[in-house]
DNA sequence: GTGCTTTACGGTATTCGTAACAATC
DNA sequence: GATTGTTACGAATACCGTAAAGCAC
């Protein structure tokens, strides 16, 4: 299971339907009925009840869309928070450079 | 970003060498070899230093290993949670049925 | 030489879009 | 009839393995 395939799942229980979830994830609703099919395949579980027009999540749906939607948050935050460790080493280096005359440069890069 | 290759970044780490995570991973050192790759690429970030034998994360690869090893811990455990609750659906309607009258019997598994 | 990594290349599988059909309001 | 969901088909992309070459010990 990948995050792109939870993210789909999320977007599709916010937006109510499969249409305009494929509208906000700039995708078409074939795609992404599919991969909702082939995520419900995978897992051997319905996750959402097709009803008239829109679906509404089962009640596994809500809990993966609760707990997709807090996994995809700390995902994002860990990339976030990976991008400013690697920045942080810039800044590190140059103060090393700015720096007076400690005996250890190293910074492990 | 996906699950697949923070998974791949996690075992390398715990290998120390790309061989190493292969061989636990069942996939070949120049398919992995390339996924690390890729991956620094898509963060324009270098996450491991080649140092002969083996490598070492760098300190963007550390705070990114750390990171996404909670990610996976939490993505699998939430997927359990749903076969819990798509079973529990079931485990719910079976009590149901042998259950003597009271009108609320959900448990918000 | 042994062991590890990388690059190049081809095959397979996955993902996506378009087109056509079915169902609901 | 308009909107939504599904199925079928083809194209583009991504992933993986094998083969070959480059480095470090």
């Known amino acids: 299971m990948e995050l792109r395939l939870l993210g789909y799942a ?10 305009g979830a494929a509208r906000r994830l ?21 996750l959402f009840v097709r009803e008239g027009r829109g679906l509404t999540p089962t009640q596994a749906g809500q809990v993966l869309v609760r707990r997709a939607a807090t996994v995809l948050a700390e995902a ?6 990976v991008q400013l460790a690697a920045q942080g080493m810039t800044g590190r280096l140059t103060v090393t450079f700015a720096g007076s005359g400690s005996t250890d440069r190293s910074v492990a890069r």
Chains 1, 2 share one sequence.
Not at 10 to 19: D, F, N, R, T
Not at 76 to 81: I, N, Q, R, S, V
Request: proline share 3%; hydrophobic share 40%.
């Open 26 to 46: 700039h995708l078409t609703q074939p795609t992404l009925s599919r991969q909702l099919s082939e995520m419900e395949r995978q897992l051997g579980i319905k």
């Open 10 to 19: 999320v977007a599709i229980a916010e937006a109510g339907s499969i249409s």
């Open 76 to 81: 994002e935050a860990a990339l976030k928070d």
